[in-house]
Nanobody, 120 residues
């Protein structure tokens, strides 16, 4: 069974930094794209950043210049370094990945989410 487990959320003051981690575990043959999404109260879930298996990255306009997504394929882990945090960044952050398990095509898997609160 494939699982994604996030960690690293918490309460931070405006202008501060947090580093989110997401580790994939279970019976995994390959991981393709990995993503970070977020969902603020009363809002739709939105894509924050993505990274392909080869390392190519893409960011939402709100994240450009402040957030950095990275991954280690051997560790099956993706990180989101968030700097210069603003109250508008407050949300539950979710990890998503396209993973191939033995005998199965690539499928989308989600983590349970980690709360990020930016407040003074």
């Amino acid at each position: 069974q494939v699982q994604l487990v996030e960690s690293g959320g918490g309460l931070v003051q405006p202008g501060g930094s947090l580093r989110l981690s997401c580790a994939a575990s279970g019976s995994i043959l390959s991981i393709n794209a990995m993503y970070w999404y977020r969902q603020a109260p009363g809002k739709q879930r939105e894509l924050v950043a993505s990274i392909l298996s080869g390392g190519s990255t893409n960011y939402a306009d709100s994240a450009k210049g402040r957030f950095t997504i990275s991954r280690d394929n051997a560790m099956r882990t993706v990180w989101l370094q968030m700097n210069s945090l603003k109250p508008d960044d407050t949300a539950v952050y979710y990890c998503n990945a396209y993973i191939a398990a033995p005998g199965r095509d690539y499928a989308s898997y989600w983590g349970q989410g980690t709360q990020v609160t930016v407040s003074s």
